[in-house]
Nanobody, 122 residues
Framework: VQLQASGGGLVKAGGSLRLACTASGRTFSSYNVGWFRQTPGKERDFVAAINRAADTTHYAGDLRDRFTISRDSAKNTVYLQMTSLRPSGTGVYSC????????????????WGRGTQVTVSS
């Protein structure tokens, strides 16, 4: 499966963005999907994930209070709605998929997409 992240941009602190991870291929609905963020010189950090059935989600730390991950299987797309953004949220956001029962992780993913840059100004 090929993935493409989109929706990034420049936003002021406190603003919102919605990222989209769009997949090619008819089997996207069989994958668990995760979002990750990377800043220069640092390893990727896990942000959020959603399972195949879209009935279970997982977030890093307290991001659940500000971020929402969802999926539209008809559009082969997983979204990450980000609100109340902070400058620490700046980075390249990428999505990844993993088949089976587990969410993708930095070390275990079946496929990664090209990321989209998010810049949050203070």
């Amino acid at each position: 499966v090929q993935l493409q992240a989109s929706g990034g941009g420049l936003v002021k602190a406190g603003g919102s963005l919605r990222l989209a991870c769009t997949a090619s291929g008819r089997t996207f609905s069989s994958y668990n999907v995760g979002w990750f963020r990377q800043t220069p010189g640092k390893e990727r950090d896990f942000v959020a994930a959603i399972n195949r059935a879209a009935d279970t989600t997982h977030y890093a730390g307290d991001l659940r209070d500000r971020f929402t991950i969802s999926r539209d299987s008809a559009k082969n797309t997983v979204y990450l709605q980000m609100t109340s953004l902070r400058p620490s949220g700046t980075g390249v956001y990428s999505c990844a998929v993993r088949s089976g029962e587990l969410y993708p992780t930095i070390r275990n993913a079946d496929s990664w997409g090209r990321g989209t840059q998010v810049t949050v100004s203070s």
